[in-house]
């Protein structure tokens, strides 16, 4: 029965009704030229059939011959829409720009897929293979899978091995990234150096050979404790060298507020649309010289396919300048504020001896000062590593 209706509908057929003269001979006729009489039925006097249009013309001169009269109920059909629309070129000139669209639209990327990141970010993976052309709306045929996966495998260490393969119009991209390795552990040795100028107070070295004595004066970098030791007999061993060695400092502290303030403000705010199709962003207003803020885009999605088509929705700010007047009292607190902040972190760990606060007023500037002495400890480790061959040539 299904397939009977295809092919009606594909052949095209009339339906019509027949009545008076001779009905056996009428039905004898057609069988006789194989005429196909389907869905036939009684109504009242009448007699309804269906036949094939390329059967119609034979099927009324059968019922002339018989001297019944046939009435035509309707047709329809494919080659009867054909007739029908034969004079209107809109519709297949429509027809055949939509099926040359779909053709070129299911030969692109239309989404970018990424499996099997863990340590490394699809981020860092969608830009590099988009700098390559795996992008939405590029043609397959343009993007070289062979050349596209060997030069991530080289240039991308973290990665042991890498697919690229098409799903349909989705670029799916395979990755694995490289284990870990451990690395042999080199024989090191540490110096100890100073890390600011000052007075040595207290040595107190509890591995390595000592540079320096109480009392002496020390630059920043100088070497404090080595971390090679001479034994007895001439040997020389590698150590790591530790101490506490403690110095007197001089350090400063200047923190500067100016009375007067340079701000930007948001004038005006609008956001502009573009239209994304397959990678091209089609601006759909104007924004002018304005600050473009953050986009956000969404693509059109049907039962979780992400097709590439949407808007994208981008703010545009228009920003202008103004002084602000913030005054002496407020700038002075601003100052002692950000100083006593500064102070915390920066003597953290050391001893202030004596400190010396000074408050300077400009024309636009307020400018809080301190000098301090400190004692503090002084030891920076300045790692050194030796290979086995250099130590063989030594």
Known sequence: MLSERF???????VR??????????????CNQKKIRLMQMKNSGDAIQAVVFRKDFENTAAIAQHSGMTLTVLCQKGMPFLIRRYRLRWGIPVGMSLGLVLL???????WQVQINGCENIS?????????????????????IDIHECRDRALTQIEALSWVSLYFKGCIAC????????????PQQECSNLIASYAGEI???????????????????????????????????????????????????????????????????????????YWFGLQIPLGFCGTRVKSESCQSLLNANGVIFPVG????????????????????????????FAIEQLQTMQGKRIVSREVTVRQDKNTVCVQADY??????????????????????
């Open 103 to 109: 053709g070129l639209l299911s030969s692109m990327v």
């Open 311 to 338: 808007l994208t929705r981008v703010g545009c700010r228009k920003t202008a300048e103004k002084t602000i007047e913030t005054g002496k009292n407020i700038a002075l607190l601003q100052a002692f504020t950000v």
């Open 7 to 13: 092919l009606l509908r594909v052949r095209g057929f």
């Open 173 to 184: 991209i395979e990755v694995r990234e490289r284990a870990p390795t451990t690395e042999l």
């Open 201 to 275: 107070i207290r040595a107190d070295v509890y591995a390595g050979h000592s540079y320096v004595k109480i009392g002496q004066a020390v630059a920043q970098g100088d070497l404090l404790v080595g971390g090679g030791v001479m034994l007895k007999y001439g040997a020389f061993r590698l150590v790591n060298a530790k101490a506490d060695i403690e110095a007197r400092t001089q350090r400063s502290l200047s923190v500067s507020i100016p009375m007067q303030k340079e701000t930007q403000y948001i004038e005006k705010a609008t956001d502009v649309k573009k239209l």
């Open 16 to 29: 019509f009704s027949v009545k008076g003269g001779f009905t056996a001979q009428f039905l004898s006729l």
């Open 373 to 394: 002495i400190c004692e503090e400890n002084i030891c920076t480790v300045k790692e050194l590593y030796f290979d086995d061959e250099s130590q063989r040539a030594e």
């Open 122 to 142: 699809e981020e860092y993976i969608r830009t590099y293979f988009e700098e390559m052309g795996v992008r939405p709306g590029v043609f397959q045929t343009q």
